[in-house]
């Protein structure tokens, strides 16, 4: 069965007890065993339910794992990968990362003495050298945050399996339908599901998505030990949402293709960072790493500096100023004093986040009506 037709239908078999052609919502925290001792599919809301349960079919299956875990939120999701380590671990993650990966990754993660090593994953020469003994995960993020670069994911298994490390891939922007790492060699697909794979802005997830047994197991333990799972609501909300995830992302990196190709003629803006575009120096990665379509998010600098860019996110109507991305609606956000506003000047600048930076999150709605309220925008400069 093709992407989209197992979007709509594993994991989503009618109820078989009515017959309704959509699963009813699960809110029991609790299950009736069959006697004493004996113990039936589902016993504690924690330990698994149907509803997630439900989620997690569809997950494994459009991201070709053996099985997937659903999680609070992504941040949850990536620490249950992290909490698998032990005191004395190494990890190897990329320096274009999430900034709440970057604060669990130093933060929290070191109180375990757990060390970490930031490195430019889009040259894996970096990552070869960044690797000892007692690295057991390497992390990265492609396309990462918030200036889509791109790491080639099956140079980076190669890397990490030949150092017995796991590669484990924060897919959240590339989306299954774009990229599916765990087929280039990745171990562990982390998707932040608040962003596409709801795709509505309303609710909050995480998921892994696994690739052997023996580490689905080695999860599915921490996940029941710790107990960020994700509630049967939003399991429900990002059931739905999955049903329709590859016309949004393939419709929305249309539109992110045609503006971020209108924007790089524009006078007013200094560079545009898009994988779609053929100077971004990951489109030959993103040619074979992506399939058809390039994504929704972009960035671009305008000459105008830090002023220009919070004028222009104040200025536009339909990209509305918020953090988060991936919905149907269009957001627009300013990295230096928004989503990066946390790292200090010298961090931004070796991040390559500049005050005139803008990030874009392209949602549905009519490519011309976006463009218009860019040009709007520039209008106001
Ligand atoms: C949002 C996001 C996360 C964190 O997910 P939450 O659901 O906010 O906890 C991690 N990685 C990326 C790339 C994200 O965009």
Redesign the pocket.
């Known amino acids: 069965m093709q992407f989209r037709t197992r979007a709509i239908h594993i994991g989503n078999e009618k109820c078989p007890e009515t017959g309704a052609i959509v699963r009813p919502i699960h809110m029991a925290s609790t299950f009736v065993q069959p006697g004493a001792g004996d113990w039936g599919e589902f016993d504690y809301s924690r330990s698994g339910n149907p509803t997630r349960k439900s989620l997690e079919t569809t997950l494994a299956s459009l991201e070709g794992g053996c099985g997937a875990l659903c999680f ?7 620490h249950g990968v992290v909490a698998m380590l032990r005191s004395g671990d190494h990890i190897v993650a990329s320096s274009d ?2 900034g ?2 970057y604060r669990l990754l130093h933060k929290i993660t070191d109180r375990a003495g757990i060390g970490v090593t930031l490195v430019d994953t889009t040259n894996p020469n970096h990552l070869e050298a960044a690797m000892t003994e007692s690295t057991k995960l390497v992390w990265i ?1 492609s396309p990462g ?1 918030p200036r889509m670069t791109l790491t080639d994911i099956a140079a980076c298994a190669e890397i990490a399996h030949r150092h017995g490390a796991l590669l484990g891939v ?1 897919s ?2 590339a989306t299954p339908v774009l990229t599916r790492p765990l087929e280039l060699g990745a171990d562990i697909v ?6 596409y794979l709801g795709g509505h802005s309303d609710l ?3 998921a892994l998505v696994v690739r052997e047994p023996s580490l689905y197991d080695e999860l599915y333990f921490v996940q029941n030990a710790t107990g960020a799972i994700m509630g049967p609501m939003e399991a429900f909300l990002c059931s739905r949402g999955l049903k329709t995830l590859e016309l949004r992302v393939r419709e929305q990196s249309r539109s992110a293709q045609q503006i971020a190709e209108r924007l790089d003629f524009r006078v007013q803006v200094e560079r545009v960072l898009y994988p779609g575009l053929p100077d971004h120096p990951g489109h030959e990665i993103a040619l074979r790493q992506m399939q058809g379509g390039f994504g929704a998010m972009l960035s671009f600098e305008l000459r105008g500096g830090f002023k220009a860019a919070k004028r222009f996110v104040e200025s536009t109507q339909l990209f509305q100023l918020a953090v ?3 919905a149907v609606e269009s957001l627009i956000e300013q990295p230096a004093s928004m989503s990066h506003a946390s790292y200090d000047a010298v961090d931004r600048a070796m991040h390559g986040i500049s005050d005139g930076m803008i990030r874009l999150s392209v949602g549905l709605e009519a490519v011309e009506d976006l463009q218009a309220d860019l040009q709007q925008a520039f209008e106001k400069l």
Do not use: V
């Open positions: 609070a939120s992504g941040m949850a999701a990536t990362i999430y709440g990966t993020e945050n924060d959240t922007f982390m998707h932040s599901a608040t962003k909050m997830g995480g988060s991305l991936g």
